[in-house]
């Protein structure tokens, strides 16, 4: 079970959201309504660190467990796709407070109203599958 | 053990989440969340009604062991962590929810309104949450990334199409909480 490390991993990411309140409705509830620095803070936090460990694995300063270079993967271009598809999660996030990392952590908290938004999460899913081909980019 | 149980600042949020971010590329994978719902998807055999599943799950089971994960680390937390869930808001958002008919606002994570068994077999707060969870499904699908996987591994990496996703997300965020909110409640 060389993968058990993802697992571990997690754990580890659920307990961080989970003490952090980045699961609570009320926080991005008050996020949207630009109340509170607490999200912009633990996302920004989040982006600024992330930019510095992206810059060492460019360089090759850090390479992966198996010794190759890191790169992530490149983001599918097109205006209509971003921010379209991006206002459709955001419609879904602000009302329900849940997002993709997130629902399965509130299954722990919350199994029944969180198994609800990931069934219409995997609907979602499954109707962009159906329809992805005749969709503008 | 008093740091464990009490909630952690903002600012230990952000290095911790880049932590992980750091640790899923270094086991060798690109850091995100939304495309597990297409790998469940495909578990559940949806390569049956379109192309777009058929591919094979096994090669994504560290993902899926990385759902587990998060899971099993939401239960630790809500029952061992978190003894107290009360949040520190705004008193300007308190009185706005109060003010929309919430009760109870701030003292736990997830709001009775939306998240109570009364609230959920309710028609209205079922489609509340399911119709909220096709949003996320397919906008996350058609954007090609959540949060983790746009907002910060894709603006981290300078990546256009993931600023075009995070003012979508912006967008469809403050249309949820200024007016579909206050229609709802």
Known sequence: MKNIKFLLLGIFFAIVLSKVQAISWYRFYEMFRFESFHMFGIIGGAVVVSAIIMQLFKSEKIKDINGNKITPKQKQKGYIRTLVGGTFFGLGWGVSGACAAPVFVILGFKWLPALIILLGALIGTLIYGLVSKKLPN | ?185
């Open chain 2, 1 to 185: 053990m008093d740091f464990i149980l009490e909630p952690w600042a903002w600012y230990v949020g952000g290095p911790l989440i880049a932590l992980t971010l750091f640790l899923y590329f270094y086991f060798g994978q690109n850091f995100g969340a939304s495309t597990n719902f297409e790998t469940l998807c495909t578990m559940v055999g949806a390569g049956k009604v379109s192309d777009y599943f058929k591919k094979d799950w096994k090669e994504r089971d560290f993902a899926m062991l990385f759902v587990i994960g998060l899971i099993i680390g939401g239960f630790i937390s809500s029952n061992f962590l978190i003894p107290n869930q009360t949040i520190d808001l705004n008193p300007k958002t308190i009185q706005e929810l109060t003010d929309l008919g919430f009760t109870n606002v701030s003292n736990q994570y997830f709001p009775d309104e939306i998240f109570s068994n009364e609230a959920i077999f309710s028609l209205k707060g079922f489609l509340i949450l399911i119709l909220s969870g096709v949003c996320i499904g397919f906008g996350t699908r058609y954007a090609g990334g959540c949060t983790s996987g746009h907002a910060i591994t894709g603006l981290s990496s300078f990546q256009l199409p993931s600023l075009l996703a995070v003012i979508g997300f912006f967008i469809g965020g403050i249309i949820a909480v200024w007016f579909i909110i206050p229609i709802l409640f």
